[in-house]
């Protein structure tokens, strides 16, 4: 008896299993149905409405871009030894290829001095490379494994100037800035402006220049940004001239800070803007400041390439 009792509780429940798996399969055909159905009707929707809105929707993202532009850019990463900010000037820092880590040239040369011939790394204390091709071969993995986007641009820089044993080839070089400035690197993003301005490895495009040059600005690029304050001024945009020149005195340029000054001087700058920017300026340049980086300095170390 007890064995009927568990056949007939099966089946009821194997039935009830049935009978919901029959609504859950019409509940989601249904949910299915529906979702085609709304989307056809909000693209249809958008399509009658898009020229309606057109010149909002392009007004909203220049909007959108000039906030971009004209914010102040976040602060560079830490020095992963002396954990102080690295520098805005590219040259004041050395990129590892062995690790894909940023030192300041602080910390390279008080190595170099500690460590007779300075055969490892610094940081992850991997030897340098032996040969002249192995820094290529650096390069090409950091690029392949992890997507590095700064091993992309010195993968250009390479091809750019023939180094390490390759043949220049500007074309091969402008493929590589390419690529990186997709993952995010403001050195390609530069460089890429610089070759469609002066049809280096490309046909040349002064409005893509142009995009990629405030793009990279947007990537606190120090020179991007500079470049863009002289080429306002050039256009007699002062105002945005000077923002630009602003921010980049903020960022540590000291020829920006001049020119601001002047501007100010000159009435182009008020005068709270002047003093927050150049309080800004040397509370800056004294948080990044150290006496390893003023003895590197002073010993012309002002660029250590890829190592």
């Known amino acids: 008896m007890q064995h009927v009792r568990y ?8 039935s009830n299993f049935c009978a919901f798996y029959e609504l859950l399969c019409f509940e989601y055909d249904k949910y299915v149905m529906f979702h085609i159905f709304s989307t056809a009707v909000f693209t249809s929707f958008q399509k009658a409405h898009r020229s309606a809105h057109k010149k909002e929707c392009r007004k909203r993202a220049k909007e959108l871009h000039e906030e971009a532009l004209f914010r102040q850019p976040e602060t560079p990463d830490d020095c992963p030894i002396c954990f102080l900010p690295l520098s805005y000037v590219e040259e004041q820092s050395a990129y590892q290829t062995c690790c894909g880590k940023f030192l300041c040239i602080g910390c390279v040369n008080t190595v170099e001095q500690m460590e007779s011939g300075w055969e490892s790394c610094a940081f992850c204390r991997v030897d340098r490379p032996s040969r002249e091709g192995e820094v290529f071969e650096r390069l090409e993995d950091r690029l392949e494994k992890y997507n590095d986007p700064t091993a992309g641009f010195s993968l250009g820089i390479c091809h750019a100037n023939g180094k390490y044993g390759l043949s220049e080839d500007r074309e091969k070089a402008h493929e590589y800035y390419l690529r990186a400035a997709k993952l995010s690197s403001s050195q390609a993003t530069f460089r890429l402006s610089l070759n469609y301005y002066n049809g280096d490895g490309c046909d040349v495009d002064k409005a893509k220049a142009w995009s990629y040059l405030e793009e990279a600005a947007i990537m606190r690029h120090l020179e ?29 340029d ?8 002047n501007l100010y001087s000159l009435g182009h700058v008020k005068k709270d803007e002047f ?11 004294e948080e990044i400041k150290s006496e390893q980086r ?14």
């Open 254 to 261: 000291d020829e920006s800070m001049s020119v601001v000054k």
């Open 224 to 252: 991007a940004r500079t470049v863009l304050a002289i080429e306002e001024t050039k256009r007699g945009n002062m105002e945005r001239g000077g923002r630009h020149r602003m921010i980049a005195a903020v960022m540590g």
């Open 7 to 14: 056949v007939c509780g099966c089946l009821l429940l194997f």
């Open 275 to 285: 003093e927050v920017t150049l309080r800004k300026h040397h509370a800056w340049k």
């Open 294 to 307: 003023k003895e590197a300095k002073e010993a012309r170390m002002d660029y250590v390439g890829p190592t």
